[in-house]
């Protein structure tokens, strides 16, 4: 009885095959996390610029009251280009200048609307009440609503957004 032993070459093949799929593997699992990884810090790397953008004449804006504006902002969505609305109150005062508020609520993110005749902001979905400066009076909202920068340029007042 002879025995035979492996064919010449053949541990070489076996050898190359899974040396082959290892690799193979290697560079499947390289790839995906290179997708992976790219999709989880892609949004710290995006550039996050805020700028001025023309919000209301001067001359419309009565002195002391609140002046809702509605401003659109334009951004980049991957492809797309997407349009926000964002309303702001404008307040005009002779002693400080401008004061714009953001009109979302801060408890659940509703749009308040300004009572003049109690002089209040009020959020008409859970009874939120702020003051004239942002500052809560009453109901659920964890915080004053969000102070706007904004300066005067010429006749216009302009927002940072």
Not at 25 to 43: D, H, T
Not at 84 to 105: F, H, K, P
Not at 121 to 147: K, N, Q, T
Request: glycine residues 10%; hydrophobic residues 40%; contains cysteine.
């Amino acid at each position: 009885m002879s025995t035979a032993g492996p064919l010449p070459g053949s541990h070489g093949r076996r050898n190359f095959l899974s040396r082959f799929v290892v690799a193979v593997q290697a560079a499947i699992g390289g790839a995906v996390s290179c997708v992976v990884g790219g999709a989880a810090l892609a949004p710290s790397f995006a550039s996050h610029t805020q700028s001025w953008q023309r919000a209301a004449a001067l001359a419309d804006l009565a002195d002391g009251v609140p002046t809702p504006v509605t401003l659109r902002l334009i951004r980049q969505d991957g492809y797309r280009q997407v349009v926000d609305r964002r309303v702001v109150y404008i307040q005009r005062d002779e002693a400080l200048g401008v004061r714009v508020l953001d009109s979302t609520c801060t408890h659940l993110g509703c749009r308040t609307r300004y009572d003049d005749a109690s002089k209040h902001f009020v959020c008409p979905c859970h009874g939120g009440v702020y003051d004239m400066d942002g500052s809560v009076l009453d109901g659920p909202p964890p915080a004053p609503l969000r102070r706007l920068e904004a300066r005067i340029d010429g006749t216009d007042v302009v927002v940072q957004v």
